[in-house]
């Protein structure tokens, strides 16, 4: 499944490939977010030609709207959203706690009210992964719980067990799931489709470290660190990968989940983090904020009125060959949906671009200098920068 190319000689950056059944990923990679089956703002031709190589789409939310029925009829997910490439489906655990309100945990499963139309439903390992063959996708999450931050020391040491718990329930029932028809061909699920494995344990050390070796001890296809950009601050998140990396098997592909800001990329590349998935690219696109090498640009803002440079004079994206900052300006400011599918766009073209510098200088043995590099000119906000 993954093969490690190469391993920079300066820093903990790894270059390799991610073999699937719709194709192989060049690592490191990040996923644009496609909650309901579609990247918002853009459609998958959109994707290819901006050269994206897979996308995240949420078991959760799909299992709602449109329903599991809906795609098994269209032939998976693949077929109904007309995506060729590879999928990554993330089971919903961090919908049970971003919906904390709406649902009731037990080592069971997760009981929770739609959010929809208020109508109850009952989620267990078995039950996600039930979906997730439905769904065919290329990458499968498991059930898991997330811990807030904060929290106490009890409630993340029972999240984590109940993560493991579900994992080697979820493990267990994968490996005996039966052939499936889809697309009038029979697959065998443990071919067709990877099983990740979640590491919990929020803040604290010990918890993190028992979780790895537990999972790691249950045997998956990859790992992934969970729990993470849930409000705490960026260096305890950094801490916590510290803690979790080093216990990794190297010949396995290694997720830092829900992290995406591009300097937090940049630096934990540096970590050895394999993948990443963001909505920030289209998030920032539909507020009218474009990503630059310098930092984010809020393109909205007065001071772009009769800016006729591109958003990012370093791109050589469609939209930044053709249209310009006060065009863009005014498109948002008018509410045309254009302008914010403009920056959407680019804001996704800007990480295909970076994840391709970053193997680039992986490539070369100089990715402590890239890094270095894109940190100095990075800023949080490019309009401050501007001004100084």
């Given at each position: 499944m993954f093969s490690l190319i190469k391993s920079d000689s300066q820093t903990k950056a790894r270059l390799g490939t991610l073999n699937t059944s719709h194709g192989t990923v060049e690592t490191p990679f990040f996923m644009p977010v496609g909650t309901y089956a579609a990247v918002k703002g853009l459609c998958s031709e959109d994707l290819v030609e901006i050269g994206n190589q897979i996308v995240l789409s949420n078991t959760y939310h799909l299992y709602l709207r449109p329903g599991v029925e809906v795609i098994e009829k269209a032939g998976g997910l693949h077929n109904f959203m007309r995506w060729e490439k590879p999928i990554l489906t993330d089971s919903g655990g961090y919908q049970v706690f971003s919906l904390a309100k709406l649902r009731k945990i037990s080592d069971e499963g997760v009981e929770f009210q739609s959010h929809v139309d208020g109508s109850l439903h009952f989620f267990t390992p078995e039950k996600v992964l039930k979906i997730e063959k439905v769904l065919a996708s290329d990458i499968m999450m498991p059930l898991d719980e997330c811990a807030p931050f904060p929290c106490e020391y009890k409630q993340a040491e029972k999240a984590a067990k109940r993560t493991t718990a579900w994992a080697?329930?979820?493990?267990?029932?994968?490996?005996?799931?039966?052939?499936?028809?889809?697309?009038?061909?029979?697959?065998?699920?443990?071919k067709k489709q990877y099983l990740f494995g979640i590491i919990q344990g929020s803040h604290y050390r010990d918890l993190r470290e028992q979780s790895a070796k537990k999972i790691i001890d249950i045997g998956f296809d990859g790992?992934?660190?969970?729990?993470?950009?849930?409000?705490e601050p960026v260096e305890i998140m950094f801490e916590t990968l510290s803690w979790v990396l080093p216990l990794l098997p190297a010949e396995?592909?290694?997720?830092?989940?829900?992290?995406?800001?591009?300097?937090?990329i940049v630096r934990a590349v540096g970590e050895g983090v394999d993948m990443f998935d963001t909505c920030i690219p289209t998030r920032y696109g539909r507020h009218g904020t474009a990503l630059t090498k310098e930092g984010k640009m809020v393109v909205r803002n007065g001071e772009f009125v009769k800016d006729n440079a591109p958003l990012d004079k370093d791109c050589d994206c469609f939209v930044c060959r053709r249209y310009s900052r006060s065009y863009i300006r005014h498109l948002i400011n008018t509410g045309e949906m254009l302008g914010l599918r403009f920056i959407s766009y680019h804001n996704v073209y800007f990480y295909v671009r970076l994840m391709r510098q970053i193997r680039e200088a992986i490539r070369q043995d100089r990715y402590a200098e890239f890094q270095k590099e894109f940190l100095k000119d990075y800023s949080a906000d490019y309009n401050e920068t501007a001004k100084r």
């Open positions: 080697k329930r979820s493990k267990e029932y994968w490996g005996h799931v039966p052939e499936f028809k889809i697309e009038n061909r029979y697959v065998s699920p443990d790992y992934a660190v969970g729990g993470v950009s849930v409000g396995k592909p290694r997720y830092f989940m829900g992290i995406g800001l591009p300097d937090q």
